[in-house]
């Protein structure tokens, strides 16, 4: 939206700026600086500033976007981290001494002396 809203800053800066042109294309008796040319001016600097402000804007909205996507991987990647892990603790909270997956072998313990 911003893209085409600054798009739309060319209709009346153009226009501003046409007047400006044939105000300066006069005989120089008929040159003054009067109200009129005065709000030219000060309408092509505000557009300006707006174009500006639409350039800084969009600036920060794609920062933001940037950042945003960043934190969703990384909490997605937490995520499914953390889903493994939950996984294998339902599997170890429910072993017991006769589980069929745990496997006794002669010698795996040592006791102490």
Same mark, same amino acid.
């Given at each position: 939206r911003l893209k085409t809203a600054a798009a739309v800053l060319t209709m009346p800066e153009s226009i501003a700026?046409?007047? #400006?042109?044939?105000?300066t294309g006069r005989v120089? @008796?008929?040159l003054v600086r009067d109200e009129v040319e %005065?709000?030219?001016?000060? *309408? #092509?600097?505000l557009i300006a500033e707006i174009r500006e @402000?639409?350039?800084r804007t969009l600036k920060d909205v %794609?920062?933001?976007l940037l *950042?945003?996507?960043?934190?969703?991987?990384?909490?997605?990647?937490?995520?499914s981290d953390?889903?493994?892990?939950?996984?294998?603790?339902?599997v170890n909270c429910a072993l017991n001494n006769r589980s069929n997956?745990?496997?006794?072998?002669?010698?795996?313990?040592?006791?102490?002396?």
């Open positions: 700026g046409e007047c #400006l042109e044939r105000r120089d @008796t008929e %005065e709000e030219l001016i000060k *309408e #092509l600097a @402000t639409f350039a %794609e920062m933001q *950042e945003d996507k960043t934190a969703k991987q990384r909490l997605e990647y937490d995520w953390k889903t493994v892990t939950h996984q294998i603790e339902a997956i745990m496997l006794f072998k002669p010698g795996s313990t040592i006791f102490p002396d």
